[in-house]
């Protein structure tokens, strides 16, 4: 009776966490542009709106350009960063991982108000720069945490062997130990760029005028009415930040699968 009734309380709880998700998908498809059941009728014709709205897509050009460099910058760092700490003597190298990880235990509105306050100190501008920068900030501890727990897997045997065949130590790193950590590394950069491409908190207090991602374009357009394309945009996003990890965990689990082979 027990475990009944704590499978019966999960259950209510992963209702009540992705009921509202489900209505959302759902009155995308609404021929209607009034969000209210029953439905009128199945349609895509908020998806062709969407797709000749220039704002958006100016917003999505903007959230994949920034997650790209947001993903190609964090996961260079991080992995520096993981071979530093695992594979060297760092001195003090549990302060600089705590420092590291930090800014995923701080509360994200936290971070950016002190980054911002940070900037102003400095006298420097919002800039597209100082946006990527926050993002790197804030989803590099994602990396490092996957990377680590990979290499900390890898034997430094292989290493050794190479180097004592008479490969130099980069082309033992490139060789060897890359393609053994490429599961965590392509895992890690898809962390990276879904985080990046959803994050609208930190996005709000450092982007510059003018320059809107996905989020916070949906955000300026609920300030002013609740449109129909609103349900359609929160519908590509969803299959966007579930689909994209999942797809990266099933690649990394498929090459990790091949390397052990």
Same mark, same amino acid.
Not at 66 to 82: F, I, K, Q, R, W
């Given at each position: 009776m027990g475990w009944l009734l704590i499978r019966g309380w999960a259950l209510l709880v992963y209702i009540f966490m992705f009921l509202p998700v489900a209505v959302v998908v759902m009155l995308s498809f609404n021929a209607s542009q009034f969000g209210s059941f029953p439905m009128t009728g199945f349609s895509f014709h908020w998806f062709v709106e969407l797709a000749n709205n220039d704002a958006i897509l100016r917003a999505f050009e903007t959230s994949?350009?920034?997650?790209?460099? $947001?993903?190609?910058?964090?996961?260079?760092? %991080?992995? *520096?960063?993981?071979?530093?700490?695992?594979?060297?003597? /760092? #001195?003090?190298?549990?302060?600089?991982s705590t420092i590291l990880i930090a800014p995923i235990l701080v509360p994200e509105v936290v971070l950016a108000v002190a980054l911002l306050l940070f900037l102003n100190a400095l006298s420097l501008n919002k800039s597209f720069l100082l946006?990527?920068?926050?993002?790197?900030?804030?989803?590099?501890?994602?990396?490092?945490l996957v990377v680590q727990a990979r290499l900390v897997g890898i034997r430094r045997d292989y290493e050794e062997a190479a180097i004592s065949l008479g490969a130099h130590p980069i082309q033992a790193f490139f060789q060897i130990t890359l393609p053994l950590l490429a599961p965590a590394v392509f895992a890690g950069m898809l962390f990276?760029? $879904?985080?990046?491409?959803?994050?609208?908190? %930190?996005? *709000?207090?450092?982007?510059?005028?003018?320059?809107?991602? /996905? #989020?916070?374009?949906?955000?300026?357009?609920?300030?002013?009415?609740?449109?129909?394309?609103?349900?359609?945009?929160?519908?590509?996003?969803?299959?966007?930040?579930?689909?994209l990890p999942l797809l990266g965990m099933a690649v990394a689990r498929r090459m990790a699968l091949q390397r052990g082979s």
């Open positions: 994949i350009l920034l997650g790209s460099l $947001t993903a190609l910058v964090s996961t260079m760092l %991080g992995v *520096l960063a993981s071979l530093a700490l695992i594979r060297y003597r /760092v #001195p003090g190298s549990n302060l600089i946006l990527l920068m926050g993002h790197v900030i804030f989803t590099m501890p994602f990396v490092i990276a760029f $879904t985080i990046s491409f959803d994050d609208i908190t %930190g996005t *709000l207090f450092w982007k510059p005028g003018g320059v809107e991602t /996905v #989020p916070t374009q949906i955000f300026a357009m609920l300030r002013n009415s609740i449109s129909p394309e609103i349900n359609a945009l929160g519908t590509v996003m969803i299959f966007l930040t579930v689909g």
